[in-house]
């Protein structure tokens, strides 16, 4: 395969040696034809005579257009505003398959708006930026922000995406979600808490290593600190991340300030060495049998990376595995991020928070850990099915309670 294909297209060229993986890829393609996109606008009123008519639109249009100007926050009452996320991508890291460009993302930002409307009634938006300039990126959500009620940042590569959300948090009074990050920190945190309850382990005692040290990879460790675990390592390309060690990216020298508490040194074969969990977050069959079998008592393997995993599940567990999740829905404990961004929002539209903070993150996180009961609990279910309707009902519930103790709730 030549070196200039993108990673995620070797993945699909290589996976379609699965007859299931070639038929659902086919059928999606059909599919997509036949749908010719996976969202439409909706009008909410009936317009058939003159009255519904002036009501609608002119002359009655003028006055909830009159009673905004004088206070803006009415926004969120005379329009839909109070239910409207845009999904925002510049198409630079879409799936598996990288710098795709923009429109090639679409289909991608279509699925994510249908999945808040289907999970949450959340109404999303697609929108597809053509460049890659981080403050073209940042002027153009702000200019447009104005018609949304949160902002969520889709496939935008590390280490821009860092910089846009931050730019974006400080100039807009929304909230800004960057869900490859958090929204996978969150479900990871959920499936850790319910790991650590079957293994009878404390989070405060445990060290994990997570390899793939890009936007997802820093958002999980940043989360799970947030929770006091142990200690985390974490690994990329080159090796163990440690404070001090040269060539660091911005992303990477803050990380290690606050992680590798021991200043361990090597590859990922020395950091896994007597560690609690595993969290891959990054290219295919990288975790091996002998390294799962170097780790502690009972290990944990998250391995999301997609669609093949770091470690294939009945290999981990034959190695010693004690749960092992992925990121694929034909494997046992799916890490989705499903489970997680609909009810977020829809926590956050409730009561018009101004942002989404690390409080209203833990809330979530705990709410989906909560979602299955003791009695539910095993190696084989430590997370909600993604399909459980009460489970962005829950989530949204936590969110918007932790957004007034966080005091960034309007209502």
Known sequence: ????????????????????????????????????GKIEVVSKVKIDNRESLSLAYTPG???????????PELSYELTRRSNMVAVITDGTAVLGLGDIGPLAGMPVMEGKCALFKEFADVDAFPICINTKDTDEIVKTIELISLSFGGINLEDIAAPRCFEIESKL?????????????????IVVAAALMNACKL????????????NGAG???????????????????????????????????????????????????????EAVINSDVFIGVSKPNLLSAEMIKSMGDKPIIFAM????????????I??????????????????????????????????????????????AAKAIAGSVSDEMLSTEFILPNAFDKSVPVAVAQAVAAAARESKLARI
């Open 1 to 36: 395969m030549p070196n200039s294909m993108p990673f995620g297209i070797n993945l699909v060229v290589s996976a379609t040696k699965n007859g299931m993986f070639m038929d659902i890829m086919q059928s999606s393609l059909e599919k997509h034809k036949e749908w010719n």
């Open 61 to 71: 249009v003028a006055q909830p257009c009159l009673e905004i100007q004088k206070n």
């Open 169 to 185: 948090k400080e100039k807009l009074d929304i909230p800004v979600f960057h869900d490859d990050q958090h929204g996978t920190a």
């Open 199 to 210: 293994a009878q382990k404390r989070l405060e005692d445990i060290e994990i290593v997570i």
């Open 215 to 269: 936007a997802a990879g820093i958002a999980i460790a940043k989360l799970l600190i947030s929770l006091n675990v142990g200690n985390i390592i974490m690994v990329d390309l080159n090796g163990i991340i440690c404070k001090g060690d040269d060539n660091l990216n911005s992303s990477h020298t803050e990380i290690s300030k606050i992680t590798n508490k021991n200043h361990k040194k090597g590859l990922l074969a």
């Open 305 to 316: 990376a997609n669609p093949v995993p770091e470690i294939m599940p009945d290999k981990a």
């Open 318 to 363: 034959e190695a010693g595995a004690f749960i092992v999740g992925t990121g694929r829905s034909d494997f046992p404990n799916q890490i989705n991020n499903v489970v997680a961004f609909p009810g977020i929002f829809k926590g956050a539209l409730a009561v018009r928070a101004k942002d989404i903070d690390e409080n209203m993150k833990l809330a």
